[in-house]
């Protein structure tokens, strides 16, 4: 009885071990974008053969205007068996066929029956972009200084043909592009910046002297911070100019020492969302900024809180007065911007002087503390040792393996509180928060919402690779 026993729990593991791995294997061959787009290819007008995957919508209605999605792929796609380029990183076409919703003007949408999309490849030994992108320390170029490639060349004309063939609504044209096809996605916005209402570049670089030709468009853009072979410093210098003219631009920057910032970037919730709610109608009157976010900043902040504002970390009203000292509710603001979405609430805040959200998440974490029990002083100045302390608390919930640092002796340590001797140790050797020329820390001063945005946005990229190889 016993071996029976024994013999029907060993079927029964290896049964679930098998149904296990059929479930994985599933997961991981799922993939619409291959099954479903139809293999077509193009032919220019000086005869490139352009091998590419179309999909359109089942119930195609000649009568009704339909969004369009141009997919560029990265070098490791190239070829001409006309799969490659929708085997793998395919997340957003994905997304688009199997009907995630959207919602325009109160309008639910399927968008598998809105979208027609088409991802084109590139042949081997070419490039959307005639350009290296392997180059340090930023693989920015020239737009003027290199000419359109053959391969983009034959994509234009194939979006043209999609214009004849199809009811394309103009006013919804948008594009992406990952590595290579991040490098082709600025290249295409800079050459025809009339054609397309959004777009969604990752991993790539474009030539930051036209970004004032772009600036219309709105642009959400991804790279990997330390990225070993495209570095970011093209895609930060992209975000830098188009800030600095006013343009809608989004950066995510994610923190993980590899190239790929297009698997985590499209699956982010909000992507699809963010990208149907752009049309070339209403931008130039609402995705334009009348002034660049960056007026009044100093010269030298300018960067980096042009990088905190497109990373969603440092809000718009900061930008009021960049000079002015922040208040202890404005900087919870930032802080709780760079905070995980998954923390549990501790304590409940029951501040009498302060109801703002962003301060009762921050206290309810354990980020900050009141004045007293009932009061938070939301508008009185933050010192330098408070700022200090919340960032050291937000530091540790990001990464939680932090450990304090050894004593860090400033000359005027013994102006700084006990309860802050600890965060402000930690937060000058990390090198985010630093004294004057003499090493003073300078406890108890206040400090400027330029100064304190760069606070937390080091803050925020320091925690993130804390315990990463770079």
Not at 132 to 146: A, F, H, T
Not at 249 to 278: C, M, R
Request: charge should be negative; charged fraction near 20%; glycine fraction near 6%.
């Amino acid at each position: 009885m016993k071996k029976r026993f024994l013999s029907l729990l060993s079927l029964i593991v290896v049964l679930s071990m098998a149904l296990s791995m059929l479930v994985v294997c599933a997961e991981e061959t799922e993939n619409p974008a291959a099954e479903v787009m139809t293999k077509e290819t193009f032919v220019s007008s000086v005869n490139t053969a352009l091998p590419y995957r179309l999909y359109v919508p089942a119930d195609y209605n000649a009568e009704k205007e339909y969004s369009f999605l141009l997919f560029l792929h990265g070098a490791g796609n190239r070829g001409d068996t006309n799969e490659s380029q929708v085997s793998a990183n395919t997340g957003l076409i994905n997304r688009i066929i199997t009907g995630e919703t959207v919602t325009y003007d109160g309008e639910v949408i399927d968008s598998s029956k809105e979208f027609i999309i088409v991802a084109p490849q590139c042949q081997k030994e070419y490039q959307w972009v005639d350009t290296p992108w392997s180059v340090k320390p930023d693989p920015s170029y020239k737009l003027d200084e290199i000419p359109q490639s053959q391969y983009m060349t034959a994509v234009v004309e194939l979006i043209g043909q999609m214009q004849e063939k199809y009811n394309l609504n103009s006013s919804r044209m948008y594009i992406t592009g990952l590595s290579m096809g991040g490098f082709g996605t600025w290249d295409l916005l800079m050459r025809y910046p009339d054609l397309f209402a959004a777009a969604i570049p990752m991993g790539g670089a474009g030539d930051t002297s036209k970004a004032d030709v772009i600036k219309n468009i709105p642009v959400w853009t991804f790279h990997q911070l330390h990225d070993p072979t495209v570095s970011s410093a093209g895609t930060v210098a992209m975000v830098k100019a188009l800030t600095e003219v006013g343009a809608e631009v989004k950066f995510t920057p994610y923190f993980d020492p590899i190239h790929n910032a297009w698997t985590k970037g499209y699956a982010e919730p909000e992507l699809l969302q963010w990208l149907y709610s752009h049309t070339k109608e209403d931008k130039n009157e609402e995705a334009v900024q009348t002034n660049p976010i960056t007026d009044g900043a100093s010269d030298w902040a300018k960067g980096e809180v042009a990088l905190a504002y497109a990373s969603g970390i440092m809000p718009k009203q900061i930008a009021d007065s960049y000079q002015a000292d922040i208040t202890r509710e404005e900087f919870c603001e930032m802080v709780v911007n760079i905070l995980p979405q998954s923390l549990e609430a501790s304590r409940t805040a029951e501040f009498a002087d302060c109801e703002n959200n962003a301060v009762e998440y921050a206290y309810s974490v354990g980020v900050v503390n009141g004045v007293s029990n009932t009061e938070f002083a939301p508008s009185a100045k933050a010192t330098r040792e408070e700022m200090a302390t919340m960032l050291y608390r937000a530091y540790k919930l990001i990464a939680p393996e932090a450990m304090p640092t050894l004593s860090v002796d400033h000359p005027d340590k013994d102006l700084i509180s006990e309860w802050a001797v600890e965060a402000v140790d930690f937060m000058s050797e990390s090198g985010i928060m630093l004294g004057d020329d003499e090493g003073n820390i300078m406890p108890k001063q206040n400090t400027t919402r330029e100064q304190a945005t760069l606070l937390v946005y080091r803050t925020y990229c320091s925690a993130q690779v804390y315990g990463k190889e770079i």
